[in-house]
């Protein structure tokens, strides 16, 4: 139970900028989610974290200490990786309590503390086994339950279950979840699945490019992104964008002569996005008067929705609606959609405008 | 034509290979057997046969149990410099720091030079009168006069496994350098993080990476090892007093210099038996190792 304050970090090699001033404060027991595209330096960020390297600008304290020029098996943090790093040669039971067996722990203590991680997940029968001899999942919980058995501070997972199969992910999912809770110990957690982020965090940071975008619980990240970046990396299918001018008189779709009725504050145009989640869409009444004209290219039945491609002035917009929905291919449809549920972004620098939800007068 | 390879299809492949071999192995080989039971020298008449006479006079003499001991001491100590001074230089040159690669390129050097020139060289820096050797630790104060490492008999055997080490220890540290470069990266950041000293990565991480690449060093450098000839006739001709003569050198005394040819051809045959033993040894250990896969 430790609490991680990250303050200005960067990370450089040479002229390229890996990571640039990060800051992230963690309360004691959350469940942090960096997510982000490959490349964007999520794992670069957690290595810093396990002192594996060290930033070129910025200060790492945990509970409160500054641990920068601390050994990584001094910061008494634990980490899971994606491709499990056993040790090949070792046994499931030695693996497991190689870092016990590294700080000295005597044996007894050491097997104790070993049978019981090994219960809790569900490997007991596996201990006298080399890493070879088992599958995927039995090897990402060894790899677990080695971070488990020495109760550090801090628990690091980079991308744990990405090399495991749908089902498999799903369950190891649900068992992070359940341990998290049963221990309360902190967690900084790397993916790139969203899925992944929203379901287990208590916050979500979204890098992008070795900058945070965003952070906050996996609700705001979902419902109020704090840019462009955010909104359209979040969700699947992802939120349409679609470009458009703002002024006094209302939001102009870009190249379709579509207005929408919401008034801008301020009289002169701005360029702007409007982003609205296929979820959020909805086939309208004639009487709804917030709503986009769009050209059907057709629809798929995914099971729980009909997921519609259409077209406005050439961007595509995708709905998500209830099966049993009609549509026909180049049918002229009008999505419609609750103020509450619509984003907008500033064109130049991508970032959120707060719409006042009530009309200007 | 199915794809598959029938039996009769990868015979008939191997067929000039099996050709070539029995003809420039097998004859010889042939040959060698008939004269080791005959006691023909080298010029002359083709010899009378013996039987087994040439093995039990070899057996029996004292000469050849020397050469079979200052071999195995050879081939085994020199194999082991290699391997450490491979290894330790491999994890060095795995660090990374300016000027790396260039070192990098320079390890391949002692390897690359003809075992002639690396003889010759080293000839040089053994000489009692003018050598780097003597003069280095002279000056250094770990000794008081110089030496003729060799021309005395007890050093000349140690001061040509270093020569033979030095060539040869950038082939292992070479097979090394890629065998580290294969070991996952997450794996030296878990031991890392687990806390795990130098030694304890060395054994447990880089370790299970190296030791099959190392075994197959091994391998082929003893069986070269165990066969030396050109080193050691350069440097000392199996002198002084035989100190360093090995079994290859006794062959082509026994051969050649003494024009027994048919002696030389039983001693020769049982240099091959065993470097034959050694590599079924090896193969087998080496198959073990490999859980049977290999
Ligand atoms: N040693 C290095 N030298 C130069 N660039 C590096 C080095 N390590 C990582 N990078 C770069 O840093 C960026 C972030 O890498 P990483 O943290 O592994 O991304 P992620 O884990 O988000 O996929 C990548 O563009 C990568 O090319
Ligand atoms: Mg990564």
């Given amino acids: ?361 | 034509m199915n794809g598959t390879l029938t039996p009769l299809r990868a015979w008939l492949l191997m067929l000039p290979l099996l050709v070539i071999m029995l003809s420039v192995i097998g004859w010889p080989f042939v040959d060698t057997l008939r004269l080791s039971f005959t006691d023909a020298r080298l010029v002359g008449t083709g010899g009378e046969y013996v039987g087994l006479e040439n093995y039990r006079r070899l057996f029996a003499s004292d000469a050849f149990w020397r050469a079979f001991r200052i071999t195995t001491v050879f081939a085994v100590v020199s194999v082991l410099l290699e391997m450490v001074l491979g290894v330790l230089v491999a994890l060095l040159l795995f660090q990374d720091f300016r000027g790396r690669n260039i070192l990098r390129a320079l390890l391949i050097l002692p390897w690359a030079l003809p075992t002639v020139v690396n003889a010759l060289l080293w000839r040089l820096i053994y000489n009692p009168e003018y050598g780097a050797l003597n003069a280095l630790l002279l000056q250094s104060g770990l000794m008081e006069e110089y030496r003729s490492w060799l021309g005395d008999p007890g050093s000349a055997l140690a001061a040509l496994i270093v020569a033979d080490a030095w060539k040869n220890f950038p082939l292992v540290a070479l097979i090394s350098l890629a065998a580290l470069h294969a070991v996952p990266q997450a794996i030296r950041a878990a031991a890392i993080v687990d806390g795990a000293n130098a030694f304890a990565r060395f054994r447990y991480v880089i370790l299970p990476y190296l030791a099959g690449p190392l075994m197959v060093a091994m391998v082929l450098r003893t069986i070269e090892a165990f066969k030396v000839f050109d080193i050691i006739w350069v440097m000392t001709r199996g002198g002084p007093a035989n100190s360093t003569r090995t079994l290859s050198i006794l062959v082509y005394q026994e051969a050649f210099s003494f024009q027994r040819a048919g002696s030389g051809a039983s001693l020769a045959l049982i240099i091959t038996l065993a470097v034959t033993l050694l590599a079924v040894a090896y193969v087998a250990m080496i198959r073990r190792a490999a859980g049977g896969k290999f």
Wanted: proline letters at 6%.
């Fill in chain 1, 1 to 361: 139970m430790s609490t991680l304050d990250l303050i200005g970090i960067g990370k450089s090699y040479g002229a390229t900028e890996v990571l640039r001033s990060i800051d992230i404060s963690l309360a004691s027991g959350e469940f942090l989610v960096l997510l982000g595209a490959s490349g964007c330096g999520k794992s670069t960020l957690l290595n810093v974290i396990a002192g594996l390297l060290s930033p070129t600008t910025g200060e790492i304290r945990i509970d409160g200490k500054r641990v920068n020029e601390v050994h990584p098996k001094d910061r008494d943090v634990a980490m899971v990786f994606q491709s499990y790093a056993l040790y090949p040669n070792l046994s499931v039971r030695r693996n497991i309590g190689f870092g016990l067996e590294m700080r000295g722990v005597p044996r007894a203590r050491r097997d104790e503390a070993v049978a019981r991680v090994a219960r809790m997940l569900q490997i007991d029968g596996l201990l006298d086994r080399k890493p070879a001899e088992l599958s995927g999942g039995q090897r990402q919980r060894v790899a677990i339950g080695r971070a488990l058995v020495r109760e550090p501070k801090i628990f690091l997972f980079d991308e744990p279950l990405s090399n495991l199969d749908a089902k498999l992910r799903m369950e190891m999912r649900a068992e992070i979840k359940h341990l998290h809770r049963l221990l309360a110990t902190t967690v900084v957690y790397v993916t790139h699945d969203q899925i992944e982020a929203m379901t287990l965090a208590t916050r979500i940071a979204v890098m992008n490019n070795g900058a945070i975008e965003q952070i906050g619980s996996p609700e705001d990240i979902y419902r109020r992104p704090a840019t462009v970046f955010v909104a359209s990396f979040v969700g699947a299918p992802p939120m349409n964008l679609i470009e458009a001018t703002w002024d006094g008189r209302g939001l102009h779709l870009d190249g379709s002569g579509q207005t929408l009725a919401l008034p801008a504050p301020d009289a002169a145009p701005r360029p702007v996005t409007l982003g609205v989640r296929p979820e959020d869409l909805r086939l309208a009444d004639p009487a709804d008067e917030l709503a986009i004209a769009a050209t059907v290219d057709f629809a798929e039945l995914t099971g729980p929705d009909r997921i519609v491609f259409s077209r406005l002035a050439g961007v595509p917009i995708l709905a998500s609606l209830p099966p049993h929905s009609h549509v026909t291919a180049d049918e002229q449809v009008r999505l419609t959609f609750s103020k509450r549920d619509m984003h907008l972004f500033d064109r130049g620098s991508g970032k959120r405008i707060d719409i006042p939800l009530r009309p200007v007068a």
